[in-house]
């Protein structure tokens, strides 16, 4: 097990009860449609984080479909949301004794009063406790330093440019390895890894390995660049529950081409296993 025994301390907010829990929840309206007001603190340069997103509507279908754990779930990302109210529309496409599938979508309104949608995702839920033990693997955990060799964004001078809201409801302790855009010097890598978790301790679970695959700040930054970096599709794979404690999320870029980038992230639980796996497509701005 990693060592991580210098992890802040800090009084665990139980699952259901935590403000991950509150910030995602939805009310049921009707069969299929959910209201949610969209919280302002999980923003990041005014926009709604994408991995909160997929959480809330990865929430909904949880309470649409029979199978209440998601295993694959591909988002699109259209317009970016913003903190406020919001609906939520699913569907269910095909139901399975072990799995079963749905779509749904996210819209907010505009300024004339006129639906916008702006994510819209298809995913597959099963039942994460019924999956045989048996694991065959080549991958390997990410060696990141114990935490208290790394740094989050409350121990820079000032705050780092594009940080906001998010930051304040995560511990995030990133590898200093991965931390030279932040001192003007990048490492031209496109990796970033650290410690992942909610600030008030809550546990992970599946639906915050959601967020988890896209809460750690853009690997474009090690590339030498900034400003925002919008997700255009993104899916997570989520493979097991995770055990309490602190995650490690390790993300990588290998291609930046025509102003767009992939991002490839794994999830490690506190028992090194690797929960949750993704890859998005996003776009940066060059120049």
């Known amino acids: 097990m990693p060592d991580a025994a210098s992890a802040p301390a800090t009084v665990r907010a139980p699952i259901g009860a935590a403000e991950f829990d509150r910030d995602t929840a939805v009310v049921r309206r009707e069969p299929g449609v959910y209201d949610i007001d969209l919280s302002a603190g999980w923003t990041i340069i005014n926009a709604v984080n994408g991995g909160y997103l997929l959480a809330v509507l990865g929430r909904a279908l949880g309470d649409t479909l029979p199978h209440a754990d998601p295993f694959t779930i591909s988002a699109h990302y259209l317009t970016a949301s913003q903190p406020g109210p919001a609906v939520v529309r699913t569907e269910t496409v095909r139901t399975g004794r072990s799995l079963s599938t749905g779509q749904a ?16 995702v298809l995913a597959s839920y099963g039942d994460l406790g019924t999956l045989p033990d048996d694991v065959r693997t080549t991958a390997e955990p990410p060696a990141i330093p114990p935490m208290d060799q790394c740094f989050g964004p409350e121990d820079g001078p000032a705050p780092v440019e594009g940080s906001s809201a998010i930051t304040d409801r995560l511990m995030l302790k990133l590898d200093p390895s991965t931390l030279g855009w932040a001192l003007g010097q990048p490492s031209g890598r496109g990796e970033m890894r650290a410690w992942f978790g909610l600030a008030d301790g809550r546990d992970p679970d599946p639906l915050s390995l959601l967020l988890a695959v896209d809460a750690l700040p853009p690997t474009a930054f090690e590339l030498g660049l900034s400003g925002w970096v919008p997700t255009v599709e993104l899916t997570a794979h989520v493979r097991a529950r995770p055990a309490p404690g602190p995650l490690r999320v390790a993300v990588t870029t290998r291609n930046l081409a025509g102003g767009f980038l992939e991002e490839d992230a794994e999830v490690w ?19």
């Open 105 to 120: 979508s996210l819209l907010q309104y505009d300024e004339q009063g006129r639906e916008v949608e702006r994510i819209r």
């Open 269 to 287: 639980d506190s028992a090194d296993r690797l929960v949750a796996q993704s890859r998005q497509l996003a776009r940066v701005r060059l120049g």
